[in-house]
C-alpha cells in the first residue's frame, strides 16, 4: 500500500523550486514590473459601466455579485470553531490585546488564504506559468469553467498570479493592506500589513503555495521575515472589473466549498490541502486520497464537528464522478 506523507507534495515542489534558478532574471524583472502594478492602480468604472446595465446571459453572474456572496460566506463563518480557534492563536502569537483587529477582517483574509492557496479548496493548482504578477490569466481560466469538479483543478498558475489573486480578491471584501512579497529572487507569497489599535504594525506572511515551506508552515508562517521587503506595496489593481462575467456553476461550486470546509481547524485544513494536491500531483488515487482522510477522520480525539465533516466531505468529493 501507498504510504502517505503529508511533506511529499510539498518536498516535490521545492525540488522545482530549487531547481529554478533559470527563472531568477525572468522572476526580478516580474518584482519590478510587480511594483509598478501594485502601486499605480487601474481605474476601472466596475458597476458604472455599460455593459454592467446590460442583462446577463444565462449561469452567468459578475464578479461584484460574487464579492457580495463572498462577504456573506466570511459572515456565517464568524461562529465556526476553526475560525474562531486560528484567530485566538493568531492574537495570542502575536500578544495583541482583545478587539485590537477586527475579527471580520480576519475572517475574510483566513477564508480567502484557504481557499485560492495551492491545492486549497477553490483547487487552483501551482506550475510554472511564466505570467506576470496578477491574476488575468486566472480569471480567464475560470472563464470557461462552466463545470467544475473537486478531482481537477479550477485554474493553474504560478505563486506570482496566486498572490495577486489572493490580494485582489480580500481588497474586493474590504480588507486592506494585502500586497505581494519576494522572500527570494525566483518566488512571491502575500503579506497582510495590519495596524492594531495601541500596538505596533504588523505584517503577516500569507504562503499561497507550499514553497519552501513544510506541513507545519500556513497562514502567518514565520518561515519567511516579510520586514525583508523594505516596503510591502498594497495591491490595488483592479484585475477584472465589477462587471467581468463569472460561469454561476463555478460561483457555486466555490461557495459550497467554503461551507464544507471553511469552519475546519488549520490542521485539518492542512492535511486536506497535502491530500489534494497530490491527487493533482497524480502522486496517489482519488480513491487512495479518500481512504487517507475516512481513516485521519476516525483517529481525531475529541475533534469538532466542523473537522469530522471536513474529512468526511473530503472523501465524498473524491468519490464523486469524474468529470467529462
Not at 455599460?50 to 466570511?74: C, D, M, W, Y
Not at 492594531?196 to 518561515?223: G, M
Not at 475533534?303 to 468526511?312: H, K, V, Y
Request: glycine residues 4%; proline residues 7%; neutral net charge.
Amino acid at each position: 500500500m501507498q504510504e502517505l506523507s503529508l511533506s511529499a507534495g510539498a518536498t516535490t515542489i521545492r525540488a522545482v523550486a530549487h531547481q529554478m534558478d533559470f527563472v531568477t532574471t525572468r522572476c526580478l524583472r516580474t518584482f519590478l514590473l510587480a511594483v509598478v502594478v501594485v502601486s499605480a492602480p487601474i481605474q476601472v468604472t466596475g458597476a458604472q459601466s455599460p455593459e454592467s446595465t446590460q442583462p446577463l446571459p444565462p449561469n452567468q453572474a459578475t464578479f461584484h455579485q460574487f464579492v457580495g456572496r463572498i462577504q456573506q460566506k466570511a459572515k456565517t463563518l464568524e461562529g465556526t470553531s476553526g475560525v474562531r480557534a486560528g484567530f485566538q492563536k493568531f492574537m495570542s502569537s502575536h500578544q495583541l490585546p482583545a478587539e485590537s483587529i477586527p475579527y471580520s477582517d480576519y475572517v475574510v483574509v483566513r477564508l480567502l488564504f484557504e481557499a485560492t492557496r495551492d491545492a486549497g479548496y477553490w483547487n487552483l493548482h501551482w506550475a510554472i506559468s511564466d505570467q506576470p504578477p496578477n491574476s488575468d490569466r486566472i480569471w480567464e481560466q475560470w472563464k470557461s469553467r462552466t463545470n467544475p469538479s473537486p478531482l481537477v483543478p479550477t485554474a493553474t498558475a504560478e505563486c506570482d498570479e496566486l498572490s495577486a489573486l489572493y490580494a485582489f480578491l480580500v481588497e474586493r471584501a474590504g480588507v486592506k493592506s494585502v500586497g505581494l512579497f519576494w522572500p527570494a529572487a525566483n518566488h512571491t507569497v502575500a503579506v497582510w500589513t495590519v495596524h492594531p489599535i495601541a500596538a505596533p504594525v504588523i505584517r503577516v506572511v500569507v504562503p499561497t503555495s507550499q514553497i519552501f515551506l513544510d506541513e507545519n508552515d500556513f497562514f502567518d508562517t514565520k518561515k519567511f521575515n516579510p520586514r525583508h521587503q523594505k516596503t510591502i506595496y498594497e495591491y490595488t489593481r483592479r484585475d477584472v472589473p465589477d462587471s467581468y462575467q463569472i460561469p454561476t456553476p463555478l460561483i457555486d461550486f466555490f461557495l459550497k466549498q467554503v461551507d464544507k470546509y471553511g469552519g475546519a481547524s488549520d490542521a485539518t485544513l492542512q492535511r486536506l490541502r497535502y491530500l489534494r494536491e497530490g491527487v493533482f500531483l497524480k502522486q496517489w488515487t482519488a480513491e487512495y486520497a479518500a481512504s487517507e482522510a475516512i481513516a485521519r477522520q476516525g483517529t481525531l480525539q475529541a475533534a469538532s464537528a466542523r473537522d469530522l465533516a471536513a474529512f468526511g466531505n473530503f472523501a465524498q468529493d473524491m468519490r464523486s464522478r469524474p468529470p467529462n
